[in-house]
């Protein structure tokens, strides 16, 4: 070796062993500037991938120089310039480049930053500047350290799970080929032959089974192909053995196999951790259900038509004799669990069960009646006291031809109860249309919650299990009604001591409900529909067509009502009362012009539903709590609708013993059943009254609705035919009677304006009003009259 060859080998080793040489500088910037532990290694880094915990961006560049090891607490150490954490001499003829360093946290800011990790593991930046100050960290540093620290969280996690799931996967292979040796070395007991030879016998029998079923549900799979565009999967269906044929598991929605293991379904657990999306924003947004998810509704709808159809023809001990007069079928939970285990999978948390049956006779065909289920619009005006808002948010099947047999689609629905001191049920389920059997439909509801893992808190507020209407047709366009109501509600979900009681029985969103508001809405319709005066109407308006005008405009008027008093999602009410008057306001726009004042309020009356209603519907004694009539009224027109003397339209104006009180009268609709009354009342003047005679629509001139809600509180043993008179004011139970004045503001001067006057101007008519109904009432029950 030359001389000169050794020199250069000796500067070489001195270079090495001299860390200020710009040789050992060159090798430390080779040196990866981050030091990770083994742990640190094996998880993934907060700077890759689109983690929302990782650095992005300029943030990322900036950052690395501060990124630190994570050890088993956490991390300790902390990168902040050169690799040595000396200064570094540049060479000849290079610029001063600044060098990381390294820092290690200390123990005690180790845990300190641990203890605030498990209180809050994405601390903002005030909390990140407060903690750095405490610990002598800059918050960038705090920063780094948390992202570290919740990745490997995450990392360790995921490792853990990954272990579990593939023990448990290793468990079920291993019992599967148990079973497996065991079937084929299975033998029978008596003659010592292997049981192959036996289920040789029943082959044929298991044969034709196996071939029905599957007939079955390739029908219902070519159904929801018209919408698919393509064959519906088979839904996890396994060809048969050929040594061995099972029949297939039934359709059921127990947690076990072909129920809702199959459907996969998981037990929701409720939680309030982060303010998830409503029903409404998880329903109505755009591609609901992926391909994946729509065979699963199908099967799901085919379950819950089962349980309900069973559940429709049960009796004892299913179901026991309850409610406020006992006539109605409640739900024995306990044999309900027993009959079906896992329902739509195990029992939800921190949610009870609300379920009810009732049946009557309804004056309308069952394939009208069914074909308005399947609409929403008609579903709304059909019960407009109890659905405050429907969508169809999909329609997975049309039916078969023009019939709604098998007809599935998806729905978002509010439930509400006329008081804006009720809070509102929303609901977001499939509906399943299905001729059973000649003249027999069943529409049946379930929710689909839980097709996903982790579903937001707003959906496990209220779940439909199958739920729905059984409809028979009878002779003379009649159809005998079945009603079923099954939910689960969350059990600390707020309701106002004064409709507690009403909650607990069921009246307020039980099947009895449901069922008096259709019967009553299918009189009202025939009322509509018929061609001749009837001997009952009274009055000025002689012809048909008349007639049916007056009652399409009574009708919105209700509906709009019925729209404005309740807690629904698209109401915001202000309780701006002070003491014990509790008035709640609300300013909406008028379908008109300028805006429209609502005011609202519930109370408690010691009188009977019946009393209360005959008393505030009556027009002789208007006067006596109608702050605008000034004295009685009279009736000048009438329209029955329906058997009940309650059900009717009528016009009323200022008898003839008042003054003049212009061209003003009052059109008032008042409709009662089994689960409550109803009194909406409106100012009309004869230019209107003209309008709706000639065949016009006065809808957006016409004055916003008023009324009152009376829905009972107790039992009720007073005849619903019983006059004013007739009726006993120490009946037992009493009722919950809730008044809505609402007054339209043409000219608002100034938002302030319209605060001091209007509001206190409305609040003043509706707590009158209502001391005004108490004192008559008390005074009625005092006098005996």
């Avoid at 200390?106 to 300190?112: G, K, N, R, V, Y």
């Avoid at 009202?524 to 007056?550: F, W």
């Avoid at 915001?572 to 609300?586: A, E, K, Q, Y």
Wanted: aromatic letters at 6%; charged letters at 20%.
């Amino acid at each position: 070796m030359s001389s000169s060859s050794v020199d250069r080998l000796s500067r070489m080793s001195a270079s090495l062993m001299n860390p200020s040489s710009s040789f050992a500088h060159l090798a430390m910037d080779m040196i990866p500037r981050t030091m990770y532990s083994s742990e640190s290694l094996a998880s993934p880094s907060p700077t890759s991938g689109s983690n929302g915990d990782g650095i992005k961006g300029k943030e990322a560049a900036s950052g690395m120089s501060e990124l630190h090891t994570e050890g088993k607490s956490g991390s300790d150490n902390n990168m902040e310039g050169g690799g040595s954490g000396d200064d570094q001499e540049p060479a000849e003829g290079s610029t001063q480049q600044k060098k990381p360093r390294y820092h290690r946290h200390s123990a005690f800011q180790i845990q300190q930053m641990e203890s605030f990790f498990k209180e809050c593991p994405h601390p903002d930046e005030k909390q990140r500047q407060e903690l750095g100050r405490a610990l002598k960290l800059s918050p960038r540093q705090v920063k780094f350290w948390f992202q570290n620290r919740r990745t490997q969280m995450k990392a360790q996690h995921e490792r853990s799970e990954n272990s579990q799931l593939r023990s448990e996967n290793e468990r079920l292979r291993i019992e599967n080929i148990t079973m497996r040796e065991a079937i084929k070395h299975a033998s029978c007991p008596s003659c010592g032959s292997l049981s192959g030879d036996l289920a040789a016998v029943d082959e044929h029998q298991l044969r034709i089974d196996n071939v029905r079923l599957r007939e079955e549900l390739q029908r219902v799979s070519s159904v929801a192909a018209r919408y698919f565009g393509r064959p519906v999967p088979t839904l996890g269906l396994v060809p048969p053995a050929p040594a061995l044929l099972t029949t297939p598991p039934p359709l059921d929605l127990a947690g076990s196999s072909g129920g809702a293991a199959t459907l996969g379904l998981l037990n929701p657990v409720v939680t309030d951790i982060l303010p998830g999306p409503t029903v409404a924003e998880v329903a109505l947004r755009p591609g609901a259900l992926t391909e994946s998810e729509k065979p699963i509704v199908v099967e799901l709808a085919m379950a819950a038509l089962e349980e309900f159809l069973r559940m429709i023809h049960s009796d004892e001990p299913l179901w026991m004799k309850g409610g406020a007069d006992g006539s109605t079928d409640i739900l024995n939970t306990d044999e309900y669990y027993r009959q079906f285990p896992g329902g739509l999978g195990p029992r939800p948390f921190a949610l009870k069960s609300e379920a009810s049956r009732d049946g009557g006779l309804v004056i309308m065909n069952g394939a009208t009646l069914v074909e308005a289920l399947m609409d929403a619009e008609k579903w709304m005006e059909m019960f407009p006291s109890i659905v405050a808002k429907a969508v169809t948010v999909e329609v997975l099947s049309p039916g078969i031809g023009m019939s709604p047999d098998g007809a599935l689609q998806l729905m978002y629905a509010e439930l509400q109860v006329l008081s804006p001191l009720v809070q509102t049920r929303e609901v977001y389920f499939v509906r399943y249309c299905k001729q059973a059997v000649d003249k027999v439909w069943a529409v049946v509801d379930v929710s689909v919650d839980t097709l996903r893992d982790n579903p937001p808190p707003s959906l496990l507020r209220c779940r439909r299990r199958p739920s729905g209407c059984l409809v028979q047709d009878m002779p003379n366009g009649y159809s005998q009604v079945t009603w079923l109501e099954h939910v689960e509600v969350e059990e600390q979900q707020s309701v106002h001591p004064l409709f507690r009681s009403l909650a607990n029985t069921g009246l307020a969103f039980g099947a009895r409900r449901w069922r008096a508001t259709l019967q009553r809405h299918c009189e009202s319709l025939v009322s509509l529909l018929a061609s001749n005066i009837s001997p009952r109407d009274l009055g000025v308006i002689q012809t048909p067509e008349g007639r049916r005008a007056m009652l399409r405009l009574a009708h919105k008027m209700t509906r709009r009502f019925c729209s404005t008093i309740s807690a629904s999602t698209s109401n915001t009410w202000l309780n701006l009362s002070s003491g014990n008057d509790d008035v709640r306001i609300m300013m909406r726009e008028n379908p008109g012009d300028g805006l429209l004042l609502c005011a609202a309020t519930s109370t408690w009356l010691p009188f009977s539903r019946i009393h209360v209603f005959e008393f505030l519907r009556h027009e002789r004694s208007r006067g006596e709590w109608d702050v605008l009539a000034n004295g009685a009224m009279e009736k000048m027109y009438h329209i029955a609708e329906g058997q009940h003397p309650g059900n009717n339209v009528s016009l009323l104006r200022p008898s003839g013993s008042n003054p003049n009180q212009g061209n003003v009268i009052f059109l008032q609709e008042s409709c009662t059943d089994a689960s409550g009354s109803l009194i909406v009342y409106a100012p009309v003047d004869f230019s209107t009254l003209n309008m709706v005679l000639q065949g016009e629509d006065p809808s957006r001139v016409m004055p916003p609705p008023s009324g009152f809600v009376i829905l009972p509180d107790g039992p009720e043993n007073s005849p619903s035919g019983l006059l004013l008179n007739e009726l006993d004011s120490q009946s037992v139970g009493g009722s919950i009677l809730t008044v809505s004045i609402q007054i339209a503001v043409t000219h608002v001067p100034s938002l302030g304006k319209l605060n001091i006057e209007s509001v206190n101007t409305i609040s003043n008519i509706i707590i009158n009003t209502v001391q005004k109904i108490k004192s008559a009432l008390q005074c009625m029950a005092t006098t005996g009259s």
